[in-house]
């Protein structure tokens, strides 16, 4: 990129003292500057418009600065940006709260309101551990998650990561060691034998008298690898927690708010797990907030134990302002002809990248709801694709093997068409090397 000097300023300052997610400081890969957003529009520094394939990491489903949303942020840093929720409460927690428990599967009535996705997972997995201590089975206290599962960056959730992708190789000795079963079966559609069911059960039966929960990503398993798996697993995972008595986390921080067709991915199987985690799209991708959502059973439980409260409650908890965000994303969502929006995008997808699993190369492609991934042979053609995509006027930030895309809900048709036409070009260009 042609920076000003201004700008090459800014970007020499951010190479040697800035940490970005997964990266080295001093930076050796310099960050593109970017000045503004509007709707699926990204401005750079350079004054170049490009179309977001990305949506934040899957947050910012209405796109940016959506006339709706910002005005109810404005009217709430007027009112009151913050305050402690210790002993206090407010009308953003409380209408928030309420669109939670009406929109989430039935059951989920208790909410936790946490600052980022990996916390709502580590006060999931606390909900869970402190449940089976009330019980006095304290015994159960390990965690069954699934291979290529992603449930955050924090220690206990790391734990419960794929431990070949995670971190566990770095934090060996002091991750707490995790049950894993095999992944499912990939695909959505797919006629499954139900090999990956069984192992889970063996599992689940060999355990049973130490598992406190099971954790996973409803439908699709996202940072672990972009898989997407059937429901009728879902439904099984349901009921092998519900037989050998182990807690369901099911955590819907990538999946939840529509992505992949259903509001939220358990209604594929229409289960209701005992505990459940959003976050991301939340706020429609403005402010960092998260929830945790549990059943009164587990909640009651807890309650009636020793020393009978949660013990958890982070400083910004319930934050007003990222509340009040939710509340004008979630009705803008409520809205918006959000399941047709989302089948169009799929229709796009699936006719424009599925050419490309003719090439020599790549592995497959698949598409759900308002998401699409080309799955290579390599793993390092991730940056020169990127590069051809950004020439060809698209955000996008593969990783490894996966070149993937999750724009907003609303996306104009034509800029969709630039998005899915950068992926094919710049796909195309890396194989033909
Ligand atoms: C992103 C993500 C998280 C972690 O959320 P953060 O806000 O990054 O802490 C947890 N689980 C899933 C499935 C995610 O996609």
Same mark, same amino acid.
């Given at each position: 990129m042609n920076y000003s000097e201004h700008w090459q300023s800014l970007i020499d300052y951010d190479q040697q003292h800035i940490w970005h =997610?997964?990266?080295?400081? &001093?930076? !050796?890969v310099a960050p593109l500057g970017v000045k503004s957003t509007q709707g699926s529009l990204i401005t750079l520094a350079d004054n170049r418009q490009v179309v977001d394939g990305m949506s934040s990491w899957w947050a910012a489903i209405h796109g940016y600065n959506h006339p709706q949303i910002n005005a109810a942020m404005k009217a709430q840093i007027d009112t009151m940006p913050h305050i402690m929720f210790g002993g206090l409460t407010h009308e953003p927690a409380v209408e928030l709260a309420k669109r939670l428990v009406e929109l989430t &599967?039935?059951? +989920? %009535?208790k909410v936790f309101f946490a600052d980022s996705g990996s916390v709502s997972m580590e006060v999931a997995i606390k909900i869970a551990l402190q449940y089976w201590i009330s019980r006095q089975q304290s015994q159960k206290n390990r965690l069954l998650s699934i291979r290529n599962g992603y449930h955050g960056d924090t220690f206990a959730t790391m734990a419960v990561c794929d431990p070949v992708n995670g971190m566990h190789h770095l934090f060996n000795d002091v991750l707490r060691q995790s049950l894993f079963a095999p992944a499912p079966q990939m695909g959505f559609a797919t006629e499954s034998d139900d090999q990956d069911i069984l192992e889970l059960e063996r599992l689940l039966q060999q355990h049973r008298h130490e598992i406190a929960a099971l954790t996973l990503e409803p439908i699709v398993q996202g940072a672990g690898g972009m898989r997407f798996y059937r429901p009728a697993y879902l439904e099984a995972v349901r009921e092998l927690c519900t037989k050998y008595d182990v807690l369901m986390i099911s955590d819907e921080i990538a999946t939840g708010f529509g992505r992949t067709g259903k509001l939220f991915a358990c209604e594929w199987a229409g289960i209701t797990p005992d505990i459940m985690t959003v976050g991301k799209a939340l706020t429609g991708g403005n402010l960092t907030l998260a929830a945790t959502l549990c059943t009164e059973t587990v909640s009651n439980t807890i309650c009636e134990?020793? !020393?009978? /409260?949660?013990m958890h409650g982070p400083t910004?908890?319930?934050?007003p302002l990222a509340c009040a965000t939710a509340i004008a994303s979630i009705d803008l969502l409520m809205e918006s002809p959000w399941q047709q929006q989302i089948k169009q995008i799929e229709q796009h997808l699936h006719s424009e990248l599925t =050419? +490309?699993?003719?090439? %020599?190369? /790549?592995t497959d492609v698949r598409v759900l709801g308002a998401i699409g991934v080309v799955e290579l042979?390599?793993? %390092?053609l991730g940056p020169q694709i990127q590069a051809a995509a950004l020439e060809a006027g698209a955000w996008i930030r593969p990783f490894g093997k996966l070149i993937y895309t999750m724009p907003a809900f609303n996306i104009p048709e034509t800029q969709l068409g630039i998005l899915s036409k950068a992926i094919v070009t710049a796909v195309t260009q890396a194989q033909a090397l």
């Amino acid at each position: 990129m042609n920076y000003s000097e201004h700008w090459q300023s800014l970007i020499d300052y951010d190479q040697q003292h800035i940490w970005h =997610p997964y990266s080295s400081s &001093p930076n !050796p890969v310099a960050p593109l500057g970017v000045k503004s957003t509007q709707g699926s529009l990204i401005t750079l520094a350079d004054n170049r418009q490009v179309v977001d394939g990305m949506s934040s990491w899957w947050a910012a489903i209405h796109g940016y600065n959506h006339p709706q949303i910002n005005a109810a942020m404005k009217a709430q840093i007027d009112t009151m940006p913050h305050i402690m929720f210790g002993g206090l409460t407010h009308e953003p927690a409380v209408e928030l709260a309420k669109r939670l428990v009406e929109l989430t &599967p039935a059951g +989920l %009535d208790k909410v936790f309101f946490a600052d980022s996705g990996s916390v709502s997972m580590e006060v999931a997995i606390k909900i869970a551990l402190q449940y089976w201590i009330s019980r006095q089975q304290s015994q159960k206290n390990r965690l069954l998650s699934i291979r290529n599962g992603y449930h955050g960056d924090t220690f206990a959730t790391m734990a419960v990561c794929d431990p070949v992708n995670g971190m566990h190789h770095l934090f060996n000795d002091v991750l707490r060691q995790s049950l894993f079963a095999p992944a499912p079966q990939m695909g959505f559609a797919t006629e499954s034998d139900d090999q990956d069911i069984l192992e889970l059960e063996r599992l689940l039966q060999q355990h049973r008298h130490e598992i406190a929960a099971l954790t996973l990503e409803p439908i699709v398993q996202g940072a672990g690898g972009m898989r997407f798996y059937r429901p009728a697993y879902l439904e099984a995972v349901r009921e092998l927690c519900t037989k050998y008595d182990v807690l369901m986390i099911s955590d819907e921080i990538a999946t939840g708010f529509g992505r992949t067709g259903k509001l939220f991915a358990c209604e594929w199987a229409g289960i209701t797990p005992d505990i459940m985690t959003v976050g991301k799209a939340l706020t429609g991708g403005n402010l960092t907030l998260a929830a945790t959502l549990c059943t009164e059973t587990v909640s009651n439980t807890i309650c009636e134990g020793d !020393p009978g /409260v949660l013990m958890h409650g982070p400083t910004f908890m319930a934050n007003p302002l990222a509340c009040a965000t939710a509340i004008a994303s979630i009705d803008l969502l409520m809205e918006s002809p959000w399941q047709q929006q989302i089948k169009q995008i799929e229709q796009h997808l699936h006719s424009e990248l599925t =050419p +490309l699993s003719k090439l %020599d190369g /790549v592995t497959d492609v698949r598409v759900l709801g308002a998401i699409g991934v080309v799955e290579l042979e390599r793993s %390092d053609l991730g940056p020169q694709i990127q590069a051809a995509a950004l020439e060809a006027g698209a955000w996008i930030r593969p990783f490894g093997k996966l070149i993937y895309t999750m724009p907003a809900f609303n996306i104009p048709e034509t800029q969709l068409g630039i998005l899915s036409k950068a992926i094919v070009t710049a796909v195309t260009q890396a194989q033909a090397l």
